[in-house]
């Protein structure tokens, strides 16, 4: 009996062995983290001297080969098991795009859309603007869905990483437009408003969102509205997003690393949407459960102490 275990044991995959040892050894670096992290919080030390996560190596411009760095950087994205990427995938399919179909129906027109289009093309006449669109996850769902969109993103290379991938799927007819630029850069050149503005990237990994947030809301039409997320500062949001996330399953999301410092209250989000005269309409907690990275899956919860999003419409004048 014994020895029939020992067997099973042996035969276990390495991976699983090597799985287990990072897992312990970022268990023991824990404490480290908490302090790191009160010490951040409390100090005026800059982000912009931290450690983060960046694309530099998938850069077209970081290569002598431009192909083979772009053709790197869409297996990254789309195709590789890296955790960000594939964290960011399922925020996208699991939380953003059915909110935006439940927005854009409910907030947007006051109806149930499924009784005006069919159930595969649920936005169909709408126009969405994604801000901070990345590699295209959620801007490709949106298309799918019958939906006019604007992806727009400060990284060039996952702007030609989103394209790539859109052509190498669907060719170039009725693809999506991405924009190398900031949301206040297109306020500035382009008149145009939306029905849905997505902000993509939560607001805690946004740089000055207090800034940002307003001259989005301005890209939203009357009647339209503005979807927001974020990492709650909260002691949950920090034991849930570093501490259980990044420490115990190592899972990074977005493309620099959490700061609990950076983290956002809903109050300051609301006194925000105050200043902009944007209604709240909907607010729901967000929260990434697994056991394992792998099995990891994103879901909306009335608790919204680890995280949340925000639905807020621009009134309409008459």
Request: aromatic share 10%.
């Amino acid at each position: 009996m014994h020895r029939t275990k020992l067997r099973k044991f042996v035969k276990l995959p390495w991976h699983w062995m090597v799985e287990v040892f990072e897992c312990w050894w970022r268990i023991c670096l824990i404490p480290l983290r908490i302090l790191a992290e009160s010490l951040l919080y409390f100090s005026s030390f800059p982000d912009a001297l931290l450690p983060s996560e960046t694309n530099k190596a998938y850069s077209p411009t970081a290569r002598g080969d431009p192909k083979s760095a772009l053709k790197d950087s869409v297996h990254f994205w789309w195709a590789s098991s890296a955790t960000s990427a594939v964290m960011q995938r399922k925020f996208a399919k699991q939380i953003l795009q059915p909110v935006v179909v439940e927005t854009y129906s409910k907030v947007v027109l006051g109806r149930d859309i499924s009784d005006a289009f069919p159930s595969h093309t649920p936005l169909l006449g709408a126009r969405i603007l994604e801000v901070q669109c990345g590699a295209g996850f959620l801007t490709e769902l949106l298309m799918e869905a019958g939906a006019e969109v604007t992806g727009i993103d400060t990284d060039a290379s996952v702007i030609l990483a989103a394209r790539a991938h859109w052509q190498k799927r669907k060719g170039i007819s009725g693809r999506p437009t991405y924009l190398n630029m900031s949301a206040r850069v297109l306020l500035e050149q382009r008149v145009d408003s939306y029905d849905v503005v997505v902000v993509t990237e939560p607001l805690d990994q946004l740089k000055n969102w207090k800034d940002q947030l307003p001259v989005c809301a301005k890209l939203v039409r009357q009647g339209g509205a503005l979807i927001v997320t974020s990492a709650n500062r909260t002691p949950a949001g920090l034991i849930w997003n570093i501490v259980g996330l990044e420490q115990v399953l190592g899972c990074v999301s977005g493309r620099k690393a959490k700061r609990f410092r950076n983290f956002v209250k809903e109050k300051e989000v609301m006194a925000v949407f105050r200043e902009t005269q944007l209604i709240p309409t909907m607010f729901s907690g967000i929260v990434p459960f697994g056991l394992r990275r792998q099995t990891i899956k994103w879901h909306q919860t009335v608790y919204h102490g680890t995280g949340f999003l925000v639905v807020a419409k621009s009134p309409e004048f008459y």
